[in-house]
């Protein structure tokens, strides 16, 4: 198996990239910009870096030659997320997964939705809302991550999920949590295949993320 992580210099795509080395055997592909500066190869054998941006179609297909299986950890362009869902299509991969933001189907509810929708504003949830459109309706397998808001905590690997058109519950989850839920899924790919994740910390049903 081969797999692209796509803004590969992000904490949650380091985590992700060390999970992958240690408990798989696939080839990874890390692409960012001024990818050579940010990202250290730990294993050359295994790891191929590649420097571009989201919106380079020619350096996108570069990198996507051969791969299963496409990590997209920001989807705050539409057309960035546009861009890389054509390339996808013309080099035959078989799922993405991407990483986007809480709040775009209005799913939000009580005294936490009110919050977020302050911090993120209309604007921010719109391009991810579009981002997250494109990728539902680009006919490439795909599970959706709507993350609440981010912290660190080494060991902390507790998730749960939720359903497109269910309420979102849970201010909170840990970025080490995010990748393993990574893990899981490309372990069991047909589980949440087609499917847009509401992904927190159980017993986080509170007003505002405790770290705020």
């Known amino acids: 198996m081969k797999i692209l992580i796509l803004g590969a210099a992000g904490q949650i795509s380091k985590m992700v990239t060390k999970n992958l080395l240690q408990g798989t055997d696939a080839g ?90 302050r911090m993120v504003g209309r604007t921010g949830t719109k391009r991810h809302k579009d981002s997250a459109k494109i990728i539902e309706d680009s006919g490439i397998d795909y599970t959706l991550l709507r993350l609440t808001w981010l912290y660190n905590q080494e060991g902390n690997e507790k998730y749960m999920v939720s359903q497109k058109g269910e309420p979102f519950i849970g201010a909170q989850v840990s970025r080490q949590a995010v990748a393993r839920l990574f893990m899981d899924i490309i372990e069991n790919p047909a589980v949440h295949s087609n499917k847009s994740l509401g992904v927190s910390e159980p017993n986080t049903d509170f007003p505002k993320p405790s770290f705020y």
């Open 28 to 117: 990874l592909v890390l692409y960012a910009r001024n990818a050579n500066r940010r990202i250290a190869n730990s294993d050359p054998s295994r790891i191929t870096i590649i420097d571009g941006d989201f919106n380079d179609s020619a350096k996108l297909l570069e990198a996507m030659e051969g791969v299963e299986i496409v990590y997209l950890n920001d989807m705050n362009s539409p057309e960035a997320t546009q861009t890389i869902v054509d390339a996808a299509k013309k080099s035959g991969v078989a799922k993405i997964i991407g990483a986007t933001i809480l709040g775009i189907y209005d799913e939000v509810i009580g005294e936490f939705g009110k919050w977020n929708a």
